[in-house]
């Protein structure tokens, strides 16, 4: 069974900093692109980053250039630096992964537990 875990979220002042950790753990199982998502009270949820195995990277339009998205293949992890932080990033930051289960021979979106990002003004 894979799972993925987030770390690093919190409460920041508008213009800080905060790094998102996520990690994937489990047995048998190879990882395509991965990614950060985040839901806001009240709306929908929106891709905030996501990049490929081979590094090619998507933002959204309101984090290009603030937010940088990394990768540690080896390590199965994904980091999200946000810089500049605004009040309108406060949200719940889930961590994603597009993961192929060697066990069950399937490709499957997995979803780690979110993490509180609060921006205060």
């Known amino acids: 069974q894979v799972q993925l875990v987030e770390s690093g979220g919190g409460l920041v002042l508008a213009g800080g900093s905060l790094r998102l950790s996520c990690a994937a753990s489990g047995s048998r199982f190879s990882i395509n692109a991965m990614g950060w998502y985040r839901q806001a009270p009240g709306k929908q949820r929106e891709l905030v980053a996501r990049m490929t195995t081979k590094g090619s990277t998507d933002y959204a339009d309101s984090v290009k250039g603030r937010f940088t998205i990394s990768r540690d293949n080896a390590r199965n992890m994904v980091y999200l630096q946000m810089n500049s932080l605004k009040p309108e990033d406060t949200a719940v930051y889930s961590c994603?992964?597009?993961?192929?289960?060697?066990?069950?021979?399937?490709?499957?979106?997995?979803w780690g537990q979110g993490t509180q990002v609060t921006v205060s003004a």
């Open positions: 994603n992964a597009n993961v192929y289960d060697r066990e069950i021979f399937l490709t499957r979106e997995m």
